[in-house]
């Protein structure tokens, strides 16, 4: 594949620390939640970074699923999804991560909004990336009824 574009961050200190990316246009500080035994101090932390990140690319890749749906890309008009990252342990010092993903699309009925899930599930980076690593769950939220 043609590398289009890299992305460079360095986090300093941890999960207490910061992390700036090379063009300084991110700069955050970092703290740690309290349900994961923090001070849930002011910073982000790196899972809603991955939030983020995900829900992000995901809307953005939806648009190419709703196309192979034979809809237009302004079926999207008015959506937006969530994505939430569930950080996961099991004892002593095993971790690992799930995401719930949650598409509100008022322009698509029930069984389109499922359908451009999928879709985009099967063409999103992050979806590609953690494909077959970690847990992530499709949800529609909210959709158009249908006549």
Known sequence: MQRLYTAEATAYGARTGAVVTSDEKLDLELSRPAG???DD???TNPE???AAGYAACFHSAMRHAVREMGLSPRALDGSHVTARVHFLKEPPIDFGLAVEL??????LDADQALTAMELTHQICPYSKATMGN???DLQVAEAAPVD
């Open 41 to 43: 101090g002011p910073g």
């Open 102 to 107: 949650e598409l509100t699309a008022p322009g």
């Open 48 to 50: 809603q970074l991955f």
């Open 36 to 38: 994961m035994g923090g």
């Open 134 to 136: 970690i847990e992530v």
